[in-house]
DNA sequence: CGGAAAGGTGAATCAGTTGTCATATTGTTG
DNA sequence: CAACAATATGACAACTGATTCACCTTTCCG
């Protein structure tokens, strides 16, 4: 209502961004809270359509918008997406993070990030097809998803080994083992059937990391 | 989409012209020999430029035939990509079988699946894009692609637990991360860089599946 | 051999998109 | 409040690319 000196210098840190802001960053409230709900749009559009199904005008309709003033804030369908997917990366990162923080070793941190994730998925669907569809799209922003989130596992690997808390191994191959299980389990088990509590999915990959895939015995085969 | 067209020319219907066998399966060696053309040719074409990217034309221009030629073999885009997975789908799973049918133990299957899915992506990189693109065109045919991969890895999980190759457990969970595993790692070290040698991957997928990945012990923590 | 069926052609059609622009509305500021 | 800047509008020009169709060419077989 009244005018806050802060209004304007809502949008955060605009000066020197890397990322090209598109054709013109909001410089009103109003602009801001109308990029965003074009945003969220494009998130709803893209995850139940599809990127390539899914027009500028299903967008703008969605937000509740003019299709011209969907170029007032982004230069086309692509860079959108670019947005759409840091943005989404940014915050399964954050909720991952903050699920795990309390873990007592790396076991119960693996445990409690693949409940998490699943869970999270399951809530929150145009994350996967989103992500995997841009793969196709540009395939830089779906590269940086993934070796940024590696890059943040890795380090967490890093310091379970020094720790003592996991065996001594090629941890950078671990970590694409192991997000490629979370996908596909949330893949399967989150977003088409769940037919599996997640509760049965975590036992199932906590016993393999606890005991692997055979059986007992420190020399299998000579 | 084109369901009215074909009412007006009065060939008197064939009898459950359902959906499988498109317009008109070839009915001479001349034929068949350009129905595999065109096939070939879009599995090069989608594998390269990716399914949308890719026109027909650029498909009829691979296969050097003129554009109508494409419509007496195949319905149209989507129909083709469907037979082309299938197809796909058929060969990885017959040369993987292939490849451990001299395995001692499941172990040993495991190590040489993993070796020969990686090589097999090396050679044939095409099969993961045109795979992970059907499955936002038309998501039955992605799933039943990991649904019948999957129903044979089970089987033979079930028949190393049997012969207690391997501890008991919840399969079915343990193959949809075993295949996400494998996916994983070969889009990154196969596809993107072979910076990390497939001897080296395959012994640290090997010794996650001996030892796990936490320390020895039974018990770690109460 | 001859003609019918199968195979092949490619320009034209047609549906659906994106991105533009002249114009209208809203908010800010001196 | 008047002038100005930022936002918003929506019709539409320009383009893309899938599919059709009327008409040739080749192959097959009695």
């Avoid at 997406?81 to 693996?110: F, S, T, Y």
């Amino acid at each position: 209502m009244t005018r806050t000196a802060s209004l304007k210098t809502a949008t955060p840190a605009p000066a020197g961004d890397a990322a090209q802001p598109g054709p013109g960053a909001p410089k009103t409230a109003r602009g801001a809270r109308t990029r965003a709900r074009i945003l969220k749009a494009a998130e709803d559009t893209f995850g139940t359509l599809g990127y390539h199904r899914a027009g500028i005008s299903d967008i703008t309709r969605a937000a509740g918008v003019a299709q011209g003033t969907f170029y007032t804030y982004f230069a086309g369908k692509e860079e959108i997406l670019r947005e759409l997917v840091r943005d989404m990366g940014h915050q399964v990162r954050a909720h991952l993070a903050a699920e795990i923080v309390d873990a007592g070793d790396r076991l119960q941190a693996e445990e409690k990030g693949l409940r998490a994730f699943l869970q999270y998925l399951f809530e929150h669907p145009s994350l996967y097809r989103v992500l995997q569809e841009a793969q196709f799209v540009d395939e830089s922003i779906y590269r940086e998803y993934y070796e940024a989130f590696g890059r943040g596992y890795l380090r967490m690997l890093a310091d379970a080994t020094r720790k003592g808390e996991i065996r001594a191994g090629n941890n950078e191959v671990r970590v694409w083992a192991l997000m490629g299980m979370s996908n596909f389990l949330g893949l399967r088990y989150a977003l088409w059937d769940r037919d599996v509590s997640f509760d049965e999915i975590v036992a199932t990959i906590s016993d393999l990391f606890r005991n692997g895939l055979t059986l007992e015995g420190p020399e299998k085969n000579p």
